[in-house]
């Protein structure tokens, strides 16, 4: 890979400590290793520095200064992204906006919020709640995920059957371009139909474009004392089968599923199982059930369920806390296999797609990795798949790359054929940058090199991420 940023000196960064503060301007070892990556681990970080911004001006002084100097800039939140598109091994400098991380504003009737970039997940979850209200954007890494690496990733989560994804909240962005220009998008509005929607280019750009500083954010109301349903499943067909069962008759508000290998790492981690019957695969149900209205109407869609042979088994919450256990089942099952160093798949096809694609990857996956531990888990209510590779321990990694590679090449061609995408919900980064073509073609890539130019002409954001631009940086 070619090192970027080859001119630039220590008079560079003095001229960053100038503008910046001494103290936020990093190029200790520590901070590059900590700040060059995310939960990716597949890059060794490299930055040339490491910048800490307190405020807009300085996020778009620094983008001039930038530009002035070539300098190519990865922006950076809480870095738990799976695609390393916040990834620095390149001798980039990292724009960390950690420092800016505050709720700025909260208005009642508009039901919504404005925060900083760098504000955590949970925080704004905590800030609404507080209020009556909710946000609904949610998912393991809530505790250190930044508002603006979520929404540069249009991060989804484990209630998009019901909320949808970061994109449905989000009414309004303060962004500085690649450009170094300061753009104010949308600004809450709930309509506005004065042409193109820029705010939705940002959405998902992973950091090409330029720089989220600000966000205005929906709040909604929030679930009605949520149960959560565990199911054992004889094989996946039966799970799209109770899917469709209990969508019509329950308030749906996640829907998701894991395999038994999948489960097996979470006991390992002190977790225990929902009831005695293994079955190959288990789905979870998160349902509205005021003061138990929906009870009944659960234990009878379980029944005819399992009539009809969909299910073996299951659990229903009984309270807040039993709720909490059974989603830390599905839950915790990325964090426990992260000592495997996995060969991450986040595919998504429509939902009605689901069966024949599981049948026709399964069937490859089973050809090809008879050797390795394969772990199927996600939001199959969203038709989004996470499949899960384990490195054999003495497997050397680049071998196992290698290995899984070949196999990636074969696995998104037949997501291809079923209309799906190389990625459902973790991005492109660097991960999935060689496989591009296979949700885009070639015209569409090329709309986007056109659209990545206008906003950064110079290539100086994140370049190298998503596709090869074809720009100086
Ligand atoms: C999840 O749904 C996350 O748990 C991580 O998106 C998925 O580990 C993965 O592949
Ligand atoms: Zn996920």
Not at 386 to 397: A, G, V
């Amino acid at each position: 890979m070619t090192r970027l940023n080859p001119g630039a000196t220590a008079d560079t960064l003095d001229g960053l400590r100038a503008f910046i503060g001494p103290d936020h301007v990093r190029a200790d070892a520590e901070s590059k290793a900590i700040y060059g990556r995310d939960w990716t681990r597949l890059y060794p970080p490299d930055p040339l520095a490491v910048v800490l911004p307190g405020s807009v001006e300085q996020v778009q002084r620094l983008v001039h200064y930038a530009n002035e100097r070539r300098l190519a800039l990865v922006p950076s939140g809480g870095r738990t992204g799976l695609s390393g598109a916040a990834v620095a091994c390149r001798g980039e400098i990292v724009v960390s906006l950690e420092r800016m991380n505050r709720i700025l504003d909260f208005d009642p009737v508009d039901r919504s919020l404005t925060c900083q970039a760098g504000a955590i997940t949970e925080t704004v979850q905590t800030f609404a709640r507080e209020r009556g209200l909710y946000y609904p954007v949610d998912f393991a890494s809530r505790g250190s995920s930044q508002i603006g690496g979520n929404i540069a990733t249009n991060a989804g989560g484990i209630k998009v059957v019901r909320y949808g994804l970061t994109r449905d909240w989000v009414t309004g962005l303060k962004v500085i371009t690649g450009r170094g220009d300061l753009l104010d998008l949308n600004r809450g509005l709930i309509k506005n139909a004065s042409g193109y929607d820029l705010r939705h280019l940002f959405v998902g750009s992973e950091g090409t474009l330029g720089i989220i500083v600000e966000a205005t954010l929906k709040l909604t109301r929030p679930l009605r004392e949520p149960s959560v349903m565990v199911l054992g499943v004889p094989d996946l067909n039966g799970i799209m089968a109770i899917y469709a069962a209990l969508r019509g008759k329950l308030d749906l508000s996640a829907f998701e599923f894991f395999s038994e290998p999948a489960l097996r790492h979470v006991l390992k981690k002190g977790l225990h199982r929902p009831f005695d019957t293994e079955t190959p695969y288990y789905a979870l149900a998160e349902f509205e059930n005021p003061a138990g209205q929906a009870t009944d109407e659960a234990l009878a869609l379980f029944e005819g369920c399992a009539e009809q042979g969909w299910l073996a088994d299951g659990a229903i919450s009984q309270s807040e806390q039993q709720a909490k256990e059974l989603w830390r089942l599905r839950e915790d099952i990325s964090e426990s296999i992260s000592e495997h160093q996995p060969y991450k798949n986040d595919i998504a096809v429509r939902i009605s797609r689901v069966p024949a694609l599981l049948e026709e990857i399964g069937g490859l996956l089973e050809r090809e990795y008879p050797d390795f531990e394969v772990l199927w888990y996600g939001h199959i209510g969203d038709g989004n798949l996470h499949i899960n590779i384990l490195k054999p321990k003495e497997m050397e990694t680049a071998t196992f790359a290698e290995r899984c590679g070949a196999v990636s090449e074969r696995l998104f061609a037949a997501l291809q054929r079923h209309g799906g995408s190389i990625s459902a919900e973790h991005g492109v980064g660097l991960t999935k940058k060689p496989y591009l073509h296979y949700t885009r073609d070639d015209t569409e890539i090329g709309y986007l090199r056109a659209i990545k130019r206008v906003f950064d002409p110079n290539g100086i954001m994140n370049p190298g991420k998503i596709f090869d631009a074809g720009l100086p940086g």
